[in-house]
């Protein structure tokens, strides 16, 4: 049982922590739980925790006799699952909340390169009035997308794109048919599934096995006239080799939600390249994100009040 939850005021960084504890009210009262927001830093309001949900880790949260962490992204490669696990406090994600909203952002780089929306917008920015070159827009419909990973994000992507008329090959861990998606491969086909398709966007987990996954080879096999597109994690991407490919035009573009250093440096020349995107780790905003987060938590409250384990566990 949890008699005090916490909120991380970290969790500002996406939503007020009042919206989550508004959220989780009802729950709490059914089940007696205590929910308090922990100012960051705080070791006396977090000891006061058998549970919390952040944005952020601090080390701390090791040694105050916490029971349960919930991270409220689907992404928890910065938590120390080891060390977590040596002390038994058992960890969440926000995995499945997604999907809807990360497709949404997907299916907008897209049009937005298909019909030069970000053009357009750069010439209102200096009141001109132009066409684009004849040979530059394009339809979606016909056009291949790899979908590389196909998790929630993956299949939201998915979904947007088959409706779009659009090709879909997925790259994934074990290669089973999924829903939206036209053919999948798995991991040993991701060059070839890259080479032939249009967009490529990232919707793996960061993990020992997909640090580094696109790489100088992999840039290297897509079409000039192909777009990379993460909403996956920095850390996925060789940043310097995407770099160095579109300074010599080897690829068309780039939609960058993530980066290998957050938030993107004011140096980097992905700022001021036309054919780039660059959003501020915002591809999942969604003015539900705290009530979806706390319907994962609520559930897990509700799981722990009848014995059963925790939603949404990673450790």
Not at 48 to 55: P, Q
Not at 215 to 239: F, Q, S
Request: glycine share 10%; with cysteine; hydrophobic share 45%.
């Amino acid at each position: 049982m949890v008699a005090t939850l916490g909120v991380h005021e970290s969790v500002g960084a996406v939503f007020p922590p009042s919206s989550l504890t508004d959220a989780l009210a009802d729950v709490a009262d059914e089940h007696g739980v205590e929910l308090r927001v922990v100012p960051e830093g705080d070791a006396d309001e977090l000891a006061g925790c058998d549970a919390l949900v952040t944005f952020a880790y601090e080390a701390a949260f090791l040694s105050a006799g916490l029971d349960w962490i919930h991270s409220i992204q689907a992404g928890v490669d910065r938590f120390p699952f080891d060390e977590l696990e040596a002390r038994g406090i058992a960890l969440t994600n926000s995995t499945g909340i997604h999907g809807d909203s990360v497709g949404d952002t997907v299916a907008g780089y897209m049009l937005t390169f298909a019909r030069r929306l970000h053009v357009f917008r750069d010439q209102q920015r200096e009141r001109e009035w132009a066409w684009p070159a004849h040979d530059e827009p394009f339809s979606l419909r016909g056009e291949r997308v790899c979908v590389v990973g196909l998790g929630g994000l993956g299949r939201g992507i998915a979904a947007r794109a088959d409706a779009l008329g659009m090709e879909v090959v997925g790259v994934k861990r074990t290669p089973v048919p999924v829903t939206n998606v036209d053919r999948v491969v798995g991991p040993d086909g991701l060059t070839d599934a890259i080479a032939d398709a249009r967009f490529v966007a990232l919707a793996v987990p960061l993990t020992p096995a997909t640090e580094g996954l696109v790489g100088e080879t992999e840039i290297a096999a897509m079409r000039d006239d192909a777009y990379l597109i993460n909403v996956a994690r920095g850390a996925v991407v060789d940043e310097s080799a995407l770099e160095a490919a579109l300074a010599d035009e080897t690829v068309a573009g780039a939609a960058l939600d993530t980066f290998e250093t957050e938030p993107l440096p004011a140096d980097s020349p992905l700022w001021d390249h036309e054919e780039v995107v660059v959003t501020p780790h915002a591809a999942a905003a969604h003015r539900e994100y705290a009530a979806r987060v706390g319907d994962i938590v609520a559930e897990s409250l509700r799981r722990l009040a009848d014995g059963d384990g925790y939603a949404n566990r990673v450790v």
